[in-house]
């Protein structure tokens, strides 16, 4: 679903998803509120939703979708947020509300489908020339609820070797070369990541491995498995 205030932006973002085998534009909206009764209608995959728009703006407009949403991770709606800054405010309230990244709106078209395909399997997706300073930042300013130590601590060696390298920005597929295990088997311990630790989606996840201490800011991820001496 595409939710920009803007027709001509929307134009141009449904031609472009429109010709991927693989995405569907199901509905478009104007403004915030729009957006959140569509999505409870349809449930889409994924929401590309402008972050700046009059009356319900995107951030709102992403914390009442998410909080509506009944179903689990693997189901749920997911939310990319799309800006023509770099970084703000706006950007950290987004993520904190919720949404699995954000894009500027300046990108590539590969980029636009690859960050779509992404987010709908269960990456987060954060523009790369900002990723490491997003993920520092948001770490500091994280969600109302961290998980307690007692929590941290019912995770498996395994559970906190994924949350590490899901906190430095990996995907699955990179998880899973990085420990020489199946992508299956990735997604597997992530859900229960999320699951141990009461938290929502893959955002959230790196914002309590760097809040809980587990991850520094500045911190280089640990060799692959094949690497360690």
Same mark, same amino acid.
């Given at each position: 679903?595409?939710?920009?205030?803007?027709?001509?932006?929307?134009?141009?973002? $449904?031609?472009?998803?429109?010709?991927?085998?693989?995405?569907?534009?199901?509905?478009?909206?104007?403004?915030?509120?729009? =957006?959140? =009764?569509?999505?409870?209608?349809?449930?889409?995959?994924?929401?590309?939703?402008?972050?700046?728009?009059?009356?319900?703006?995107?951030?709102?407009?992403?914390?009442?979708?998410?909080? $509506?949403?009944?179903?689990?991770?693997?189901?749920?709606?997911?939310?990319?947020?799309?800006?023509?800054?770099?970084?703000?405010?706006?950007?950290? $309230?987004?993520?904190?509300?919720?949404?699995?990244?954000?894009?500027?709106?300046? +990108?590539?078209?590969?980029? !636009?489908?690859?960050?779509?395909? $992404?987010?709908?399997?269960?990456?987060?997706?954060?523009?790369?020339?900002? +990723?490491?300073? !997003?993920?520092?930042?948001?770490?500091?300013?994280?969600?109302?609820?961290?998980?307690?130590?007692?929590?941290?601590?019912?995770?498996?060696?395994?559970?906190?070797?994924?949350?590490?390298?899901?906190?430095?920005?990996?995907?699955?597929?990179?998880?899973?070369?990085?420990?020489?295990?199946?992508?299956?088997?990735?997604?597997?311990?992530?859900?229960?990541?999320?699951?141990? !630790?009461?938290?929502?989606?893959?955002?959230?996840?790196? =914002?309590?491995?760097?809040?809980?201490?587990?991850?520094?800011?500045?911190?280089?991820?640990?060799?692959?498995?094949?690497?360690?001496?």
């Amino acid at each position: 679903m595409l939710v920009d205030d803007q027709p001509l932006v929307r134009a141009g973002l $449904a031609m472009l998803l429109d010709a991927e085998p693989d995405i569907e534009v199901v509905a478009e909206a104007d403004e915030g509120a729009g =957006a959140v =009764a569509r999505a409870g209608e349809l449930h889409p995959d994924v929401v590309l939703m402008d972050v700046r728009m009059p009356g319900v703006d995107g951030v709102e407009a992403t914390r009442r979708i998410i909080d $509506a949403d009944p179903q689990g991770e693997d189901h749920a709606t997911k939310i990319i947020i799309l800006t023509t800054y770099h970084v703000d405010e706006a950007v950290y $309230a987004a993520l904190r509300a919720g949404a699995s990244g954000f894009l500027l709106k300046d +990108a590539v078209p590969r980029e !636009l489908v690859d960050a779509v395909r $992404a987010v709908a399997s269960g990456e987060a997706w954060l523009h790369p020339t900002v +990723a490491k300073g !997003l993920i520092r930042e948001f770490a500091a300013r994280p969600p109302h609820r961290m998980p307690t130590s007692a929590e941290m601590g019912e995770l498996t060696v395994r559970e906190r070797e994924v949350l590490v390298l899901v906190a430095h920005g990996l995907s699955n597929p990179e998880i899973a070369a990085h420990l020489v295990v199946g992508e299956a088997t990735v997604k597997t311990h992530l859900g229960r990541i999320l699951m141990k !630790l009461g938290l929502r989606d893959r955002a959230q996840a790196i =914002a309590a491995a760097y809040h809980s201490g587990l991850v520094a800011p500045g911190s280089s991820p640990p060799p692959p498995a094949g690497r360690r001496s």
